[in-house]
């Protein structure tokens, strides 16, 4: 006699987020998370390493990866930044590819799907930020890249606002295999909390500064520790950049920048960690960090883990 009550499938799978910078892949991953862990900025190539963001849904979990953006490399840093985000493509069950649907097709997208040449995996086409184009204009933005190449799947959305995304979960929840559910159902990432802390700080000194010190900026955590008799986290970190000007800008004058860039960081910490902050935030030149591969290890780079 056959058993009628069988238990629903549950499907997990992992899912690289791919595209030019600045098209919205880190939105998009915060807004499926439901939480930030991803940094977002209007300046290209704020996501450096690739960050594993989960969502556990009662019959799948989805480990999406937001990869740094695709762009030609102009040190060291940035060929780093380009193999972990090609690298990804052939380790996934899916790889999203996100476009911004207010720019046209350009030589960016055509590199990136040269790239798609040798994949096997099914890759869907992501239109992002629709909200900024009118509907009449999106048929045309579909027509252009089904010309280019033979999408699994095209789904327009905007990762701000929160449109059609759970329509492209159930997209994505089609073409993943069966099976066991990789983390906890409360872990939404798998980088350690000092990581997201040093990106939390880095976000806040790139919003702050604007163009003065675009990407010659890292953060390290000196120290991270729970003060047991006050109840509290101290978080001792170090900003690094390149060049004594650029030490000024982000200290200010009598260290009004640094202050600011402290406050606003500890209130994302402090949501993050659950818990009262101390953040102590020291500034220190390390002049073309970004082309010397072992200040780049030394501040999280490692190559041999992508």
Do not use: C
């Not at 606002?161 to 979960?169: C, H, M, P, R």
């Not at 390290?220 to 000007?245: F, L, Q």
């Not at 994302?268 to 818990?275: A, F, K, T, V, Y």
């Amino acid at each position: 006699m056959s058993n009628t009550n069988e238990t629903p499938q549950h499907k997990s799978g992992f899912i690289s987020i791919i595209g030019r910078p600045n098209v919205g892949k880190s939105t998009f991953l915060n807004k499926v998370i439901g939480q930030k862990i991803a940094i977002m900025s209007d300046k290209p190539q704020t996501t450096r390493n690739k960050v594993q963001g989960v969502l556990t849904q009662n019959d799948s979990q989805l480990i999406f990866i937001d990869t740094p953006g695709i762009h030609k490399p102009k040190h060291k840093l940035g060929d780093f930044m380009m193999k972990v985000a090609i690298n990804t493509l052939k380790q996934v069950d899916l790889v999203l590819f996100m476009v911004n649907a207010a720019e046209g097709f350009g030589k960016g997208e055509e590199f990136i799907l040269e790239k798609f040449e040798s994949v096997r995996t099914p890759i869907f086409l992501v239109i992002n930020k629709i909200d900024q184009i009118h509907p009449d204009q999106l048929l045309n933005v579909i027509d252009s890249y089904k010309e280019k190449y033979d999408f699994r799947e095209i789904v327009p959305i905007s990762a701000l606002e929160g449109n059609n995304v759970d329509a492209l979960l159930e997209q994505i929840k089609k073409y993943l295999p069966e099976g066991p559910q990789f983390y906890p159902a409360d872990q939404v990432t798998d980088h350690p909390e000092r990581f997201i802390v040093s990106e939390l700080i880095r976000e806040k000194a790139l919003h702050l500064t604007r163009e003065e010190v675009p990407h010659s900026l890292a953060v390290v955590i000196d120290k991270m520790e729970r003060r047991e008799d006050k109840d509290v986290i101290h978080v001792m970190a170090t900003i690094i950049v390149e060049r004594d000007s650029q030490k000024g800008i982000i200290i200010g004058k009598q260290g009004k920048m640094l202050k600011e860039i402290g406050q606003r960081a500890r209130i994302d910490i402090e949501n993050l960690l659950g818990s009262k902050v101390f953040l102590e935030l020291w500034v220190k030149v390390q002049k073309d960090w970004r082309n010397k591969m072992h200040q780049l290890r030394d501040y999280g780079f490692r190559e041999d883990e992508y």
